[in-house]
T-cell receptor
Framework: KNEVEQSPQNLTAQEGEFITINCSYS?????LHWLQQHPGGGIVSLFM???GKKKHGRLIATINIQEKHSSLHITASHPRDSAVYIC??????????FGAGTILRVKS | EAGVTQSPTHLIKTRGQQATLRCSPI?????VYWYQQALGLGLQFLLW???????NRGNFPPRFSGRQFPNYSSELNVNALELEDSALYLC????????????FGPGTRLLVL
C-alpha cells in the first residue's frame, strides 16, 4: 500500500462544478502539500497545511490529522483549472512523499 | 523576484554517459531539493541539500549524486546513465531547513538513448 493515496485518479467536470480531490496518508507527517502540475511539467505549490483549513481564491484545502485525510476543493471550476493535482506529505528530513496525482479536466 | 531556474531544459545522452543538471534557487533560499518524475510514474524524492550539506537522500543508487555550492545553487550528477533514468528532473527550493513551502523550477527533461 502506498503511503499517500489520492482519489479519484481521473476526474472530468463541467465548467462551474464544485470539485473535490481526496488524499489519505498512512504515516506521521509534519505537513501536507497540495501541488498543481500543468502539461508542460511545471509545478506550483498551492497549499502547505498541518491543521485546519486554508483558502486561496477558489481553492480550499482541509486536513484532518486524526483521520489522516485531506481534501482539495475547487469552487466554480474553470477549464484553466485542468491540470494534475498532487498531494504530498513531509515528515522527518524534509522528504516529500507524493501521491500518484489526480488528472482533472474541466470542460467548457 | 526570479523563481527557481534549471538548466538545461532538455538533455539527450546515451547509455553509460554522465549527465549534469543545474539548479539556482530563489534568492535567500538555502535548501534545494531534487526530484525525479519518470514517464508514467509519480514524483520521487532524490536529494535534499541545505547549507552546502546533503541532509537527506531518497531510494536511489549512489550513481545519483550532487552538491550545493556556497551561493546555494546545486548540481545533480547522474553517472553511468541507464535507459530508465529518462525522466523529468525537478529542483525545488525553500527558505530554510524548516517545514517551508517548496518552490519548483521548470525541470530538466533527460532522455537516455
Amino acid at each position: 500500500k502506498n503511503e499517500v493515496e489520492q482519489s479519484p485518479q481521473n476526474l472530468t467536470a463541467q465548467e462551474g462544478e464544485f470539485i473535490t480531490i481526496n488524499c489519505s496518508y498512512s504515516v506521521g507527517i509534519s505537513a501536507l502539500h497540495w501541488l498543481q502540475q500543468h502539461p508542460g511539467g511545471g509545478i506550483v505549490s498551492l497549499f502547505m497545511l498541518s491543521s485546519g483549513k486554508k483558502k486561496h481564491g477558489r481553492l480550499i484545502a482541509t486536513i484532518n490529522i486524526q483521520e489522516k485525510h485531506s481534501s482539495l476543493h475547487i469552487t466554480a471550476s474553470h477549464p484553466r483549472d485542468s491540470a494534475v493535482y498532487i498531494c504530498a506529505v513531509s515528515g522527518s528530513g524534509n522528504k516529500l512523499v507524493f501521491g500518484a496525482g489526480t488528472i482533472l479536466r474541466v470542460k467548457s | 523576484e526570479a523563481g527557481v531556474t534549471q538548466s538545461p531544459t532538455h538533455l539527450i545522452k546515451t547509455r553509460g554517459q554522465q549527465a549534469t543538471l543545474r539548479c539556482s534557487p530563489i534568492s535567500g533560499h538555502t535548501s534545494v531539493y531534487w526530484y525525479q518524475q519518470a514517464l508514467g510514474l509519480g514524483l520521487q524524492f532524490l536529494l535534499w541539500y541545505d547549507e552546502g550539506e546533503e541532509r537527506n537522500r531518497g531510494n536511489f543508487p549512489p550513481r545519483f549524486s550532487g552538491r550545493q555550492f556556497p551561493n546555494y545553487s546545486s548540481e545533480l550528477n547522474v553517472n553511468a546513465l541507464e535507459l530508465e533514468d529518462s525522466a523529468l528532473y525537478l529542483c525545488a527550493s525553500s527558505l530554510d531547513r524548516g517545514q517551508e513551502t517548496q518552490y519548483f523550477g521548470p525541470g530538466t527533461r533527460l532522455l537516455v538513448l
